[in-house]
């Protein structure tokens, strides 16, 4: 009897559903070990061997991988070079003089200043790489959030300055609130072409336009610098993805390519060992059921009599499949392992 269901995974390998097995403590049937080992004929290994060939060197995988590298670090340059150019300007007016010229003396630092955008990027990829999957949703959501209303903003000035003066939306005056908007956001030593008396509001909002300048600078700063950030970290997953990762590599992202290739590894060292020796090799896949299902039933933490119970049974189970057969071809049926021995006395 099961303690609980999880739904079919055509993915999950022969060892990972003898594991969970143990781990939902199924009351182990020699039938259930007959169609466990169904997935260890000659035609189920090749199959799987094929499927798991494509996932990891096929052509469709390896196109993937590195579209995902070119473009990721396509945008990530684009954005450290929009980013430089950001901070290059910034620093340029901050450190020029009356005449709007920056000294010799300080001309070298400008350009060492707006490098902190490749440690800032840099930064921002460090911190996504290490906040986990869902992490990331939650800071993509934010970064998205300020995208949003970025462009709602520059959507709004456009439209406003668009439109011919007096012009009316849902009844105001949007052209009027445009020249106050203008007025507010070209305060920079700029005059307005036009007279027109500043609103008190507007007056101030001045008092702090220093402040408000520098926020929205850093703003645009960091969803540039975060898209970078996040597309290398899409082309460090591509890159994992085609090579593996290094050894210390211990994210989800390469743990789970790795485990594929292990998997593959596994499934052609397999398909040796049956073509070699096919008993062999099925006594050997009955020890490794009895292995994997009672390292599930421990982990699992049952009393000491439910553990003692299900591992009887499994170890029953398996000595029933294997006192009722020799050995089966690869073209037998899973369900016919009893008839099996039989029909091999018959032919000898």
Do not use: C
């Not at 995988?61 to 901070?87: E, K």
């Not at 096919?278 to 390292?295: C, G, H, I, P, W």
């Amino acid at each position: 009897m099961a303690l609980g269901k999880s739904k079919f995974d055509p993915n999950e390998s022969p060892a990972d559903r003898a594991y969970n097995w143990g781990r939902r403590g199924v009351d182990m049937t020699s039938n259930l070990v007959r169609n466990w080992l169904g997935s260890h004929t000659e035609s189920s290994l090749l199959l799987r061997q094929q499927n798991l060939r494509r996932r990891v060197y096929g052509s469709g995988a390896q196109l993937h991988h590195m579209t995902a590298i070119v473009l990721g670090l396509g945008v990530f340059i684009t954005a450290l070079f929009v980013d430089y150019n950001i901070i290059h300007e910034f620093w340029t007016r901050a450190l020029s003089n009356e005449f709007g010229e920056v000294p010799p003396a300080l001309a070298t630092t400008v350009a060492a200043k707006s490098l902190q955008v490749v440690f800032a990027t840099l930064a921002v990829h460090y911190l996504i790489s290490h906040i986990g999957h869902g992490g990331r949703i939650a800071f993509s959501l934010i970064i998205f959030a300020i995208t949003a209303v970025m462009i709602i903003g520059i959507g709004l000035l456009w439209a406003n300055n668009s439109l011919p003066a007096g012009a009316k939306v849902f009844g105001l005056d949007v052209n009027q609130s445009a020249q106050q908007v203008d007025q507010f956001l070209k305060g920079l030593g700029i005059k307005p072409p036009r007279a027109a008396s500043v609103p008190a509001e507007v007056k101030v909002l001045k008092k702090y336009e220093l402040l408000i300048w520098l926020f929205s600078l850093g703003v645009i700063f960091l969803v540039v610098a975060s898209i970078g950030a996040m597309a290398l970290h899409t082309a460090m997953r591509g890159f994992t993805g085609m090579t593996g990762g290094a050894l210390y590599d211990n994210h989800s992202e390469a743990v789970r390519g790795n485990r594929i290739r292990d998997e593959l590894k596994a499934a052609e060292l397999d398909l040796a060992h049956l073509r070699r020796d096919e008993d062999a090799f099925l006594v050997s896949k009955l020890r490794e059921f009895t292995n994997v299902y009672t390292q599930g039933v421990v982990h699992a933490r049952f009393g000491s009599s439910r553990q003692g119970y299900l591992l009887r049974r499994v170890d029953e189970a398996t000595r029933e499949v294997e006192s009722s057969w020799e050995g089966f071809g690869t073209s037998s049926n899973v369900e016919n392992l009893d008839e099996h021995r039989p029909r091999r006395a018959a032919q000898g």
